[in-house]
Nanobody, 123 residues
Framework: QVHIVESGGGLAQSGGSLRLSCSAS????????MGWYRQAPGYQRDLVAS???????NYAEAVKGRFTISRDNAKDTAYLQMNSLKPEDTAVYYC?????????????????WGQGTQVTVSS
């Protein structure tokens, strides 16, 4: 059974840093594209950053140069290092493990989500 668990959220001051962690159990981590998404109240859930199994990364324009996504395949864990935080980064951050390409089945059941972790940045 697959479980996606985020940790590391909390309160930070503007200009501060936080590091989010995402552990993915159930044997799907090594084959999954790992991503971090965020959703603020009244807004849709948007991609923040993603990293492929080969380590290729992609970032939303709003976080380029401030956030860094990484993965440790030995620990089945992905990370999001967030620096120079701004109040507009306040949101619930969700970890995503997309295993659909790896398993060869495009069904949503192979696209896994965590429960989310709150990040609040005060001005």
């Amino acid at each position: 059974q697959v479980h996606i668990v985020e940790s590391g959220g909390g309160l930070a001051q503007s200009g501060g840093s936080l590091r989010l962690s995402c552990s993915a159990s159930g044997g799907i981590f090594r084959g999954s594209v790992m991503g971090w998404y965020r959703q603020a109240p009244g807004y849709q859930r948007d991609l923040v950053a993603s990293i492929t199994t080969e380590g290729n990364t992609n970032y939303a324009e709003a976080v380029k140069g401030r956030f860094t996504i990484s993965r440790d395949n030995a620990k089945d864990t992905a990370y999001l290092q967030m620096n120079s935080l701004k109040p507009e980064d306040t949101a619930v951050y969700y970890c995503n493990a997309d295993a659909r390409k790896w398993v060869g089945v495009p069904n949503p059941e192979y696209n896994y989500w965590g429960q989310g972790t709150q990040v609040t940045v005060s001005s």
